[in-house]
C-alpha cells in the first residue's frame, strides 16, 4: 500500500476515535473518554508531523496547528484526572497520621477539574472546532489524488 493510502486510513481512524469519544469527554462520564480522545489527537498530530510527504504542506500546516490546539485545551483536565486517580497512591504514600492532612489536596484538584472540565465541554461547540473538525473529515474523503496535489 502507499503511504499516502496508509496515512489516510489512519487518519480516517483516528477521526473515528475521537468522534466515538466526544460526547462522553464533554459529558465528563469517565476520564478514559477524554484519555481516548487525546490519544487520537497527538496521534494525528504525530502522523502530521512524521509521516512527510502524503499530504500537501498547506494541509499539514493548517491541521498540525488545529490538533495542537485540541492538545492544548484537553490537558489541563487530563492532568487533573490523573492526579485524581493517582490520589489514593499519594495518600497510601504517607503515614496514617497524616492520611488526613491530605484532604484538602483532593478538594483543591476536585475543584481544579471541575473547572478544566466546564472549559473544555464549551469548545467542543465552538464554531472554530465545529468547522474545523468537519473540514478534516472532509478532507479524508477526497480521493488521493486531490488531497497530494
Known amino acids: 500500500m502507499r503511504a499516502d493510502q496508509a496515512s489516510m486510513i489512519i487518519y480516517q481512524q483516528l477521526l473515528v ?28 498530530r504525530a502522523g502530521l508531523s512524521q509521516i512527510k510527504g502524503t499530504l500537501p504542506p498547506s494541509a499539514v500546516s493548517l491541521y498540525t496547528d488545529f490538533f495542537a490546539w485540541l492538545g492544548e485545551i484537553t490537558g489541563t483536565t487530563r492532568d487533573m484526572d490523573v492526579y485524581l486517580l493517582s490520589y489514593p497512591l499519594y495518600k497510601a504514600a504517607l503515614p496514617v497520621s497524616l492520611h488526613a492532612d491530605i484532604i484538602p489536596l483532593y478538594d483543591f ?10 472549559g473544555l465541554a464549551d469548545k467542543p461547540n465552538s464554531p472554530i472546532y465545529r468547522k474545523q ?17
Open 17 to 44: 476515535a475521537m468522534q466515538v469519544n466526544e460526547s462522553n469527554t464533554i459529558a465528563d462520564i469517565d476520564s478514559e473518554f477524554l484519555h481516548d480522545f487525546r490519544v487520537a489527537i497527538r496521534r494525528t
Open 109 to 118: 484538584l476536585k475543584v481544579k477539574q471541575q473547572q478544566a472540565q466546564k
Open 133 to 149: 473538525l468537519h473540514n478534516w473529515e472532509q478532507f479524508l474523503k477526497e480521493p488521493l489524488g486531490m488531497c497530494t496535489k
